[in-house]
């Protein structure tokens, strides 16, 4: 393939998803120095990826509101035709991708082999490896029609100065020289979820132990935070426990997330800004498993899961236990994590405990 001036990367899915692509975003600026990089993501998320120096400029596409429309899809890719890309790379699998990307009439299209008919909407297409491959390395699959062989390039977010900056002002009302703990009891799906009261335990725990403690809740996910703040309960130590739900935007969040000295988390979204900036993660897995491939990475991350047969019960979750249960999560006791916080922390565990 030749030299390419203008490329697309499509990733609409989760956040989580729009996060792990930038691997591969990294990996085609470096092939292509003096490309043009457009990244089209789902609706809310274009200013959290607005400062990263690979992409020339972040899209959004309204998949959930005013786009949701196979017709509307079609005609989002007729837009795109405009714009003179001469690559386009969809890192995401559903049947409206492959509309928008055969709508695009883009020369060179690169997509995944399954399903089917992504053979129809595609130039070149790839293995996934699903069972073989994490995430990222899946991704960069992508990138062997243009000779970019692995491994993945380390990812890295890098995040507006503004929203640095109120992360800053943030935290400067936090308790001082102190760990800061950043809980984020929410999830898109219920049963990816840690049970509310046993966030409450670590956020009393941390407290206790003198940590500051800030809970996190994305949109919609805002009764979550206040339930754990106010379970929490009352007392001098609760002085040092901050409800954050619905107080940040997303990069704002991210630039938090990034200064925290340890962050307990379900499998979600902001997860993956926690592990790629280096912040010490602790992930509750219960429907979904490592071997998926969407798990914290690197030495600073622990991922806390029960062994049930059950497990995984799919890709995402459901919006209820299949088997009636919740045992995935419910077998993950506030101690277990406690016990894996304070190895994070330095704490003393002698002088340390979690009741459950």
């Known amino acids: 393939m030749s030299e390419f001036k203008k490329i697309g990367v499509w990733q609409t899915a989760f956040l989580g998803d729009a996060v792990l692509t930038l691997p591969l975003i990294t990996a085609l600026k470096e092939r292509y120095p003096e490309a043009e990089i457009h990244f089209f993501v789902r609706k809310g998320f274009g200013e959290l990826f607005s400062a990263q120096p ?22 989002y890719g007729k837009q795109i035709r405009k ?14 991708s492959a509309a928008v990307a055969r709508a695009t009439g883009i020369k060179k299209r690169i997509g995944y082999k399954s399903p089917w008919y992504n053979r129809l909407a595609y130039h070149k297409v790839v293995d996934r490896r699903f069972d073989e491959l994490e995430e990222i390395e899946r991704l960069h699959q992508l990138l062997l029609p243009l000779g970019i062989e ?47 009261e046993y966030y409450a335990v670590i956020a009393r725990a941390a407290a206790s132990a003198g940590c500051g403690v800030m809970i996190f809740a994305g949109p919609g996910e805002e009764e979550a935070s206040a339930k754990v703040r106010q379970l929490a309960g009352r007392g001098v130590h609760s002085l040092r426990i901050t409800d954050m739900g619905g107080k ?8 938090v997330i990034g200064r925290l000295d340890a962050y307990v988390t379900n499998d979600s979204g902001p997860m993956h800004l926690a592990w790629m900036q280096k912040t010490p993660t602790l992930a509750m897995f219960g ?12 030495d600073h991350s622990v991922v806390l899961e029960s062994e049930l047969e059950c497990r995984p019960c799919g890709l995402h979750g459901h919006e209820t236990c299949p088997e009636k249960h919740h045992k995935c999560m419910t077998e993950i006791t506030p101690q277990m994590a406690w016990d894996a916080l304070i190895a ?8 340390q405990g979690a009741d459950s």
């Open 150 to 196: 692995p491994p993945a390039p380390e990812p890295k977010v890098v995040l507006p100065e503004l929203a640095k900056g109120v992360a800053e002002a943030v935290l400067a009302m936090q308790p001082k020289d102190v760990p800061i703990v950043g809980l984020h009891p929410g999830s898109t799906w219920p049963t990816k979820c840690w049970p509310i």
């Open 54 to 75: 690979e992409i020339a400029e972040v899209h959004e596409f309204d998949k959930r509101g005013e786009q949701k429309t196979l017709g509307d899809a079609r005609r």
């Open 248 to 255: 940040l935007k997303l990069p704002e969040l991210a630039a």
């Open 83 to 96: 714009m003179g890309l001469d690559l386009w790379i969809s890192t995401h699998a559903s049947f409206r």
């Open 287 to 298: 429907p979904t498993v490592r071997k998926l491939g969407f798990f914290p990475r690197g």
């Open 344 to 351: 994070m922390l330095g704490l003393d565990r002698r002088e």
